[in-house]
């Protein structure tokens, strides 16, 4: 049991009950922890073959690699506070399960790659209830599965930013098995930013779904984005309401190629915009004014 001053909690115990402070959580495996308020810190608790339960109830807190499951489970809810969720979080494999819940606040996701909703044959699933939030990662995050994955990236309320690199932004790949990624978001005014392969890119028999419901967005993309697949793949995008933009590469916004399926839906709105750059608009260059050099 925990007081009320600032703790350090640097073994490896299995049952934590702290009731203020800002404390620094460092091990864990096969434990409980309740924390009731105070800007705490957590790293190093992973379910590597374990189970771990995390609840903090009130305060700014920093997470370092948390929820993160091998072959256990790594559950973690915050029930308020504007917090700051580091490396790969949500990230699952080898049959892990890893969830994580942030009912409130605004807050900071900040992952490279695999993060934010990754899964290789596990189930990963984030929720952010409310709060307007910013996702940074790299590759393979943001609802990204592989190998029978399921990941599931669910952002409720708020304005959100989303920037990602490649397989990003519900992202599956049906090789050896098929996998499963879903990126939900229910309302707000929203921006998406990724590069290949995201927004909605199935292949190899992966099934990736991307749902926003309400709110005026903006989409940003490279090649294969935006309800695109291949080789029997499936992809959906569904945008249901409000002014939006959205701006892909290449075989984009409902491509579907080598026996993929693909679903670009929305309201149809007049006021939605609709851009496939080319390289030359991508590179910014002025075709007309480079061709004269040579004329």
Known sequence: ??????????SNYKFIIDFGGNDSYETGNNSFLLDMKGGDEYKGLSGNNSINLVFDLAGNDIYRRIPYAVQGIDFLVDAEGNDEYFGSVAYSYENGMAVLVDAE????YDGKNYSQGYSNNGFSLLIDMRGDDIYKASNYCQASSENGGVSCLLDLYGNDAFFAADH???????LPRTSLSIFMNLAGDDYYEAKDFSQGYGEKGGMAFFFDFLGEDNYYASQFSQASSSWLGLAVLLDGDGKNKFSGGFFSQGNQRWGGYSFFLNDFNADDIYEILTLPEKLDIDLSKLLSNFL
């Open 1 to 10: 049991m925990g007081c009320k001053r600032n703790e350090k909690y640097a």
């Open 105 to 108: 606040g605004n807050d900071i």
């Open 168 to 174: 990003a932004q519900s992202y599956a790949t049906g």
